[in-house]
């Protein structure tokens, strides 16, 4: 079974610059997440979907980042314009469940951004 | 709302050697523990989860970790680590059904020959 796949892997960027990052998760997972890792510290949630439909965008600095799931599937996470704070792994997982707790999250393997 | 503390940054153990890692975390309800553990470059996996029942719960790659309502602590651990156990190991915790989850800071764990 095909994992959980995120591209770039890696980017470097200017600040004030854009980045768009995207996610394709596991065949039939209803929910995708995207998650920031900055380093040294714990995964962060910044945006759960539910199909098509946002669930919890509560962490997600709307004034800079934004995210769509169109379809239901493939998901973009995008950044304009960066910060160098923005310098994080960006981690998408998906779950069959509708809720973090009722399902197994799987984790990509992330995209790592770095803004100079 | 939940937290959760992992009160060690690195642990070194020599291989053979059993592990404990230690997780503490805060909510006022029986909360959804999980772990889950990062190799270098790989995204994260899970290790083991805990919802009720069976306060000593068994995981992937021979961990076990035990919740301790009275200590709100959710300590993972192994007899014998290997050294492709030497990855990074995060606790987080859950609300309820259907919640986001909390993770810790992480614990990295080097294994020693």
């Known amino acids: 079974e095909a994992g959980v796949a995120q591209s770039p892997r890696y980017k470097i960027i200017e600040k004030r610059q854009s980045v768009a990052f995207w996610c394709n998760p596991i065949s039939g997972h209803a929910t995708l997440y995207w998650y920031q890792q900055i380093l040294g510290q714990g995964p962060k949630l910044l945006i759960q979907?539910?199909?098509?439909?946002?669930?919890?965008d509560s962490q997600l600095p709307k004034d800079r980042f934004s995210a769509e799931r169109l379809k239901g599937v493939d998901s973009t996470l995008k950044i304009q314009p960066a910060k160098l704070e923005d310098s994080a792994v960006y981690l998408c997982?998906?779950?069959?469940?509708?809720?973090?707790?009722?399902?197994?999250?799987?984790f990509g393997e992330g995209s790592r951004l770095t803004v100079l | 709302a939940q937290s959760v503390t992992q009160p060690d940054i690195h642990i070194t153990v020599s291989e053979g050697a059993s592990l404990e890692l230690r997780c503490n975390y805060s909510?006022?309800?029986?909360?959804?523990l999980f772990w889950y553990v990062q190799s270098p470059g790989q995204g994260l996996q899970l290790l083991l989860k805990y919802f009720s029942g069976d306060t000593l719960v068994q995981g992937i790659k021979g961990f076990e970790a035990e919740f301790k309502r009275s200590q709100s602590s959710f300590n993972l651990r192994k007899p014998s680590v290997h050294w492709s156990d030497a990855a990074e190991y995060f606790c987080a915790v859950g609300a309820g059904e259907n919640s986001t989850l909390t993770f810790g800071k992480g614990t990295m764990l080097l294994v020693s020959p």
């Open positions: 909510y006022g309800a029986t909360p959804y």
């Open positions: 979907f539910q199909n098509n439909g946002v669930v919890d």
């Open positions: 997982a998906s779950s069959l469940g509708p809720g973090a707790t009722t399902g197994e999250l799987f």
